[in-house]
């Protein structure tokens, strides 16, 4: 039993590996679309004025939401095309199982997470730097706009953390669809569906996530729901196999 779990961790150990190599270019792809949304966000993400004849006020808001909605799009389209045929292909040269190939799959992934949600604050100081530069320091509005070292590294953790489940739910509908066709109608049907008739209990779920102030307490929550979501898509995975 021993040696049996000794290869499993050293094949899934090599995988790992092997795919940090073989899908760097997606890392240099998140880049990319950070990057992109970083030039959106240089010209404002909202813009309010106010004149009474005399003295006209304008008021530009700027913020990193939009690099931030790239980077959990991005996750989810890369953990969404993991499981399928195209990259399963690549670890043909080496002889794996499904487990080995899906602890290999989330171990990638959860390094994506890392690197995603700390690239996306940084990009948040960049532009708030951009502003300050261009900007008279004057009329910047203070107010959580010089960030903190705590308040850098609880958002990078939120960021993390939100990319992490995202990218669960991503994997999970991969390996659904690798395992039919049919549910990528299936999917959404589902999903517009619950919206739809349990818009109540929808909310109140994503509030059960999203309204946690006590950031212990919500990374409690997003790894317990990681791992019932990922467990999900390894005995899936396994099914497939036997399959």
């Keep these: 039993m021993m040696f049996l779990n000794n290869n499993f961790l050293r094949g899934s150990l090599k995988l790992y590996r092997y795919k940090l190599k ?47 909605a790239f980077t959990l799009f991005w996750i989810f389209f890369v953990s969404y095309q993991l499981p399928t045929s195209r990259y399963k292909k690549l670890e043909r040269p080496l002889v794996v199982n499904s487990l080995s190939g899906s602890v290999s799959d989330i171990g990638f992934l959860l390094t994506a997470c890392v690197f995603g949600g700390i690239t996306s604050s940084l990009f948040g100081i960049i532009l708030r730097i951009f502003v300050f530069v261009r900007s008279n320091p004057a009329q910047i509005l203070h107010d959580h706009f010089f ?36 549910f990528i109608l299936i999917i959404p049907a589902i999903l517009f569906g619950l919206i739809r008739v349990y ?6 779920f994503l509030e059960y996530f999203t309204a ?25 995975s396994d099914r497939k196999e036997l399959a």
């Design 147 to 182: 960030l903190t070292l705590g308040d850098l590294l609880i958002g990078m953790a939120a960021g993390i953390m939100y990319m992490v489940v995202i990218s669960a739910i991503g994997y999970l509908m991969g390996m659904l669809v690798r395992i039919s066709m049919a």
């Design 212 to 236: 946690e102030s006590s950031l212990p307490l919500f990374i409690l929550k997003i790894i317990a729901a990681t791992i019932i979501v990922y467990g999900a898509s390894i005995l899936l």
């Design 199 to 204: 818009t109540n209990s929808m909310q109140h």
């Design 22 to 68: 073989a899908h760097s270019f997606l890392l240099y792809s998140l880049i990319a679309a950070q990057l992109l949304a970083l030039l959106f966000s240089l010209g404002g993400t909202s813009h309010m004025a106010s004149s009474n004849g005399e003295v006209s006020v304008t008021l530009n808001m700027y913020s990193a939401s939009l690099v931030i």
